[in-house]
T-cell receptor, first 116, second 113 residues
């Protein structure tokens, strides 16, 4: 596979469930990101990992828990979500800080999450 | 903080019409600027970029010029096709690497045959 992949593509969960979103990048990048895309709102940056270290947590509620075991994989663990958390969750990757990148990020197809 | 403002639309045009989607930004320093496109049911794809003043990014017939004096990065295409129907996002990166992008709200473009 090439580029950035995300699984699952669609997820429906109840408010008491626990689920995880997975992202994998095949681009040799060192930085990975989670974004939330809701209708009528700009994309919201949630988390940034640079060389497996979390460098940004954009005031995200604790019911969202990221994990980055290596530079190629990123997870978003979900628990006790609310209906307003329903959205498209996008993963992206880029060259790491200090690696000459110009800031462009490459996105996966997203996971469409519905919380009932 | 950094911000990006773009027309939200929807913008509806006929096939072969000229397209302009306006984008202006506010940022400290010298950001890199991007246009991304999102087709239905898909993630964002990088369409073009510019990294310094007066740079012109181009791809698939689309162009945008980094105008520092007007803090703008307007997207243009001379003759649109039905297949160009999508949502277009203007974005900036202030950090140059491993920093989140700041996005506009997106412009929904509809091209009618």
């Amino acid at each position: 596979e090439t580029g950035v992949t995300q699984t699952p593509r669609h997820l429906v969960m109840g408010m008491t469930n626990k689920k995880s979103l997975k992202c994998e990048q095949h681009l040799g990048h060192n930085a990975m990101y989670w974004y939330k895309q809701s209708a009528k709102k700009p994309l919201e940056l949630m988390f940034v990992y640079n060389f497996k270290e979390q460098t940004e947590n954009n005031s995200v509620p604790s019911r969202f828990s990221p994990e980055c075991p290596n530079s190629s994989h990123l997870f978003l663990h979900l628990h006790t979500l609310q209906p307003e958390d329903s959205a498209l969750y996008l993963c992206a990757s880029s060259q790491g800080r200090g690696r000459g990148g110009q800031g462009e990020q490459f996105f996966g197809p997203g996971t469409r999450l519905t919380v009932l | 903080g950094d911000s990006v403002t773009q027309m939200e639309g929807p913008v509806t045009l006929s096939e072969e019409a000229f397209l302009t989607i306006n984008c202006t930004y506010t940022a400290t320093g010298y950001p890199s600027l991007f246009w991304y496109v999102q087709y239905p049911g898909e993630g964002l794809q990088l369409l073009l970029k510019a990294t310094k003043a007066d740079d012109k990014g181009s791809n698939k017939g689309f162009e945008a010029t980094y105008r520092k004096e007007t803090t703008s990065f307007h997207l243009e295409k001379g003759s649109v096709q039905v297949s160009d129907s999508a949502v277009y996002f203007c974005a900036l990166s202030a950090g140059g690497g491993a920093d989140g992008l700041t996005f506009g709200k997106g412009t929904h473009l509809i091209i009618q045959p």
